[in-house]
């Protein structure tokens, strides 16, 4: 499976940015695609999840802000990111995984593409 990730930028705190994860080569049906971050100096941390069976899934902190949907069939996953925070400044990932279990931890996830930058300023 192999996962590219795009759309980062930077933006004023208030701002907006779509993320993209376009993934290929997956041939297993039962899986969640999902969206992580890592700020300097902090721990990975789970974003937002969508399942084969169409469920999502946000961190708190997220929740109400951020919106993670895909086509049909997840070829291509969007994180839709509105009223950015600085505290949103981070490397964001986009991940798969076999199954829909656990998907808030990251070490369940098996494939990771690169990440992209999100700088939001004050």
């Known amino acids: 499976v192999q996962l590219q990730a795009s759309g980062g930028g930077s933006v004023q705190a208030g701002g907006s940015l779509r993320l993209s994860c376009a993934a290929s080569g997956r041939t297993f049906s039962s899986y969640a695609i999902g969206w992580f971050r890592q700020a300097p100096g902090k721990e990975h941390e789970f974003v937002a999840a969508?399942?084969?069976?169409?469920?999502?899934y946000y961190a708190e902190s997220v929740k109400g802000r951020f919106t993670i949907s895909g086509d049909n069939p997840h070829d291509t996953v969007y994180l839709q990111m509105n009223s950015l925070k600085p505290e949103d400044t981070a490397v964001y990932y986009c991940?798969?995984?076999?199954?829909?279990?656990?998907?808030?931890?990251?070490?369940?996830?098996?494939?990771w593409g690169q990440g992209t930058q999100v700088t939001v300023s004050s």
């Open positions: 991940a798969v995984r076999r199954g829909i279990l656990n998907i808030l931890r990251g070490d369940t996830y098996g494939y």
């Open positions: 969508i399942t084969s069976v169409g469920s999502t």
